[in-house]
Nanobody
Framework: VQLVESGGGSVQAGGSLRLSCVGS????????MSWFRQAPGKEREPVAG????????YLADSVKGRFTISLASTGNTVYLQMNNLKPEDTAMYYC??????????????????WGQGTQVTVS
């Protein structure tokens, strides 16, 4: 499985960005595709995820009301719409995937497939 992120950049506080993650090489059709982020000196934390089978999403409390995750009709592309961005959202954002539904407790170590990351900077 290969995951490729795009859409990062630099914005001012209050601005918006949309991240994309395109997956390929899937053996199965049902994955949890998730977004994590990691700021300098901090642990990688889950942001949002979605189960490709039924579109069931999850969002971290810190981004609820501001971020939205969605799945393209093709089923292999996930979007993270980020609105009302804050400086504390500054981080490298990574796309990750795991076979099956999104875990009830999302931890980075459970995900075997990762993209290279895309930087989001909010000033």
């Amino acid at each position: 499985v290969q995951l490729v992120e795009s859409g990062g950049g630099s914005v001012q506080a209050g601005g918006s960005l949309r991240l994309s993650c395109v997956g390929s090489g899937y053996t199965y059709s049902m994955y949890c595709m998730s977004w994590f982020r990691q700021a300098p000196g901090k642990e990688r934390e889950p942001v949002a995820g979605i189960y490709t089978y039924d579109g069931q999403p999850y969002l971290a409390d810190s981004v609820k009301g501001r971020f939205t995750i969605s799945l393209a009709s093709t089923g292999n592309t996930v979007y993270l719409q980020m609105n009302n961005l804050k400086p504390e959202d500054t981080a490298m954002y990574y796309c990750a995937a795991i076979i099956g539904p999104c875990p009830s407790t999302v931890v980075a170590g459970s995900f075997p497939y990762w993209g290279q990351g895309t930087q989001v900077t909010v000033s």
